[in-house]
């Protein structure tokens, strides 16, 4: 494989990895505590939160794919990469492992994207109209913040599969 196809791999792969792992540190370290504690009593937060979600979802979305694409680039150019399934050496095995934890983000991403979003969405809407359970949307919210610390785990997972991969 030409070294600057796999270099410009590498590049997007980082950059992807920076967006969709990055930001979820981000959001769960900084910004969700820190929004809390300023906006704790206010509709203000219901509005932050949801437009926050909607900004990061199409980007970890979009790195996802880039993540795939570039992934297949990678693994199909390294002397270690023995073929699909194969498993015979550390390094496969560490990229197992790391595939299995990005398919557990991606799982969880999906509930939270798909299921949870959505009825937060609607909570949010229902309690800035004076009409939702306050109870619920916290709920909700405990749930997203869950699922997402476990997003977080997980990116933690891959980046250290990749550590030990890259070291073989």
Sequence with gaps: MSPLILAISYFFHLLATVVWIGGLVILVVLVWPEARRVLERDTTLLTLLTRLRRRFVPLSNFSLVVLVITGLVQMSGDPNYDGLL??????????????IAVAGMVIGGVVLQYVVTPALERATLLLERGKGDPAEWERLRRREIRLTWLNVALG?????????????
């Design 86 to 99: 194969q498993f015979n050496n550390d390094w496969s095995r560490a990229i197992l492992f790391k595939h």
């Design 156 to 168: 933690v997972a891959v980046l250290a599969f990749t550590a030990w991969a890259t070291a073989l």
